[in-house]
Each structure stands twice: as C-alpha cells, then as structure tokens.
C-alpha cells in the first residue's frame, strides 16, 4: 500500500516555501529534461487548416495532413471555428478551480476510502509504489462523453460556469475529431466512413484538465513523464502564456511553441495500430518551470467495446501486420498500469507483432 503522504496534492507541496524539491519529484541524472530544439528553428511545426479538410475536393491540404500524420505524429489545427471567449473563459475557469480552497476540491477527490484510487476526478495521477517518481502535476479528470455516462458528481460546482463551457468544448472538439477521422480516410484513397466505422459509435472522450505550479527546480522534474496517449486523437488546448509541452521528433525533444486560439492534435496508440503504424502516436511530454501553466486536453477513443485491429487494407507485403487484436477497454486498464511505470502501453502489453529477420541468403 503506498502511504498516504505520497499523494500529496502538488499544489500543496509548491506552497510550501521549499528549501530543496522533496525527493520523490526528482529524476534520475539521465532521465532528467535537457535542452529542447525550437520548432521555429530547423523543424518546422505542421499546420492544417480545417475549414479546408471539410472540403473534400481539397487535396493540398489532405495531402498536408497526411504528411503530418506520418511524420510527426501532429498537427496545429486552425480554422476549427472555436469562439476565443469560449477558449479563453475555459482557461480561466480551469484556474479558478485550482485557485479554490482545498477543501473544496477535495470533495471531487479521485481517492476515496482513503487510499483507493479511481480515474476520475481530481488530485494525481496513480501512484503504485514509494519508489515511484511524482510528475510536477494535479490534474482534474473527467468522462465527458457518451454524455449519458458522465458521473456529475466529479463535475465541479465552482467556478459557475465550468460545466457549461467544458460541455461546449467538448462538443465543438468532437466535431473537430470527427472531421478528422473523415479527412484521414480520405487522405489515404479510402472512403470518409474507413475509420468512423471502426472506432464504433460510442466514442468514449475523457478531459483532462492540468495544473502545473511553480517549480524552484524545473531541471530536476517532469511535469508529465514522457508517453503516448491512449486515444485516437488526442486535442489540446494549451496555456496561451507559459510554454512546457515537448514532443520527441527525429531523436530530440522539441518545444511546442504557445498557439494562441489555435488547437494541437496529437495521435495515440490507437490510431498508431489502427493504421498498422502507417501513423505514429507522438510521444510527448511536460517540462516546468518558475511560472504556473494551465492546459485542458480531451482524449477520443474507440467505443469501449470494439475491437482494435490493424486495417486489413493497410496490410501487405510491404508493411506485414504491426500490432495484435485487442479490445479496446482491455488496452485502456493496461494504459494506467504502462504510464505509472513509465513505459508505452503498446509494449507493456505486448501489442507488437515480432517479425522475422529477412532471410540474407
């Protein structure tokens, strides 16, 4: 069982005036961030606009899209038609709530019975062992979709205007993950429906809504261990002032620059074998530093009880099967177990297909 004081709220521990950064935050000399590369320097940021991927007659910009989908994993989304108040009030209100008593928040706590731990609601993430090293983070979680799965009683009451926003944002971001999936299949010569039909009807969206304090240290912490997402796509809104999210591209780590309105998509594991690799999730992570960050991301993924398999018709010689079946709730638990560790849900799980060595003779 892990004590009780290894889930102290970060937060908490930010405000304490520290003397030196408590021991279960700081990494391992290798482990720790290093200097990143600028996107603006010698790798240039994929960007889609998505008013035009609506346009199916539109090959410039499906050809765009599927050249970052192929080589970076992301894309900036622009053109997603998102008022900014609405952008700008969620960001604000995603403050609000960690600026509240902790009493307050507590009562959404995603530990109950004391040392029970449940996905959703707020605190940190899962931690398994004393040994584990803690990301610089409190996060506040939540099932949005199916709407008639939510559990309201982990919704926030304060701020007022939360519930109403988060509801907002996630249909308009549903709207954008749909559209996408729709240019993704046409992007590879296949019809509009290749990867709707596949992902099923009941697409589950969870939100994740991140605070990342002040950190006197951010040379010796993670604000978010380096991963890939459990999701088909994965959308974020990112804090308009302070930078932190890195992606890894090439063999570096590279600073994804503040986007102001616009979106970041991210692609997951799901999407990654649901294409036979022919997409490949972006690993990621998030760095601190000395200012406080906010951020809200919002992850798509299959109907829980669809089978995930690699398309058949991205399947040949070539490029044999990458990945095994799998149903798509059954990598979901896995993931939690894979992140707390820090390794990929794919591996973790034993999700790739070994291939044989080609024959030299």
């Excluded at 008013?51 to 970052?68: C, H, N």
């Excluded at 902790?102 to 931690?127: A, C, M, P, T, W």
């Excluded at 010796?220 to 991963?227: C, R, S, T």
Aim: charged share 30%.
């Amino acid at each position: 069982m892990v004590h009780e004081s290894q889930r102290q709220l970060v937060q908490e521990v930010a405000a304490g005036g520290l003397p030196e950064l408590p021991s279960r935050y700081v990494l391992k000399e290798e482990d720790r961030p290093k200097d990143a590369v600028t996107a603006f320097g010698r790798l240039v940021f994929p960007t889609v606009d998505v008013r035009r991927l609506a346009e199916p007659e539109d090959v410039e910009e499906a050809a765009k899209l599927r050249s970052a989908l192929e080589s970076w994993g992301l894309f900036v989304v622009t053109g997603h038609g998102m008022p900014e108040a609405l952008l700008d009030d969620i960001l604000g209100s995603t403050r609000e709530f960690f600026y509240l008593p902790q009493e307050e928040k507590l009562k959404y706590s995603n530990v109950v019975d004391g040392d029970k731990f449940q996905l959703e609601g707020y605190g940190i993430d899962r931690v398994d062992t004393d040994e584990q090293v803690l990301d610089w983070s409190d996060r506040l979680y939540l099932q949005v979709q199916p709407e008639d799965e939510r559990r309201m009683q982990f919704w926030p009451s304060h701020p007022a205007p939360l519930k109403t926003l988060l509801h907002d944002f996630t249909v308009k971001s549903e709207q954008v993950a749909q559209l996408l999936l729709r240019a993704t299949a046409r992007a590879l010569g296949f019809k509009e429906e290749f990867f709707a039909d596949r992902v099923g009807e009941r697409v589950t969206t969870f939100a994740r809504f991140n605070y990342y304090p002040p950190c006197p240290r951010p040379d010796l912490v993670n604000g978010v261990k380096p991963h890939a997402d459990n999701s088909l796509f994965t959308i974020l809104l990112l804090d308009k002032d302070v930078g932190g999210l890195q992606v890894h591209k090439d063999g570096v780590w590279v600073d994804v620059p503040m986007l102001g309105n616009d979106l970041l998509v991210l692609v997951g594991d799901e999407m990654e074998m649901m294409s036979n690799a022919v997409f490949k999730a972006s690993m990621h992570r998030v760095v601190t530093s000395e200012k406080e960050r906010v951020s809200l991301v919002l992850f798509f993924l299959p109907d829980q009880q669809k089978e995930v398999k690699p398309a058949e018709e991205l399947v040949d010689e070539k490029r044999p099967v990458m990945y095994k079946n799998h149903k798509a709730k059954t990598f979901s638990d896995g993931f939690w177990d894979a992140f707390a560790l820090g390794e990929r849900a794919i591996d973790f799980l034993k999700l790739r297909v070994e291939q044989e060595a080609a024959s030299t003779t």
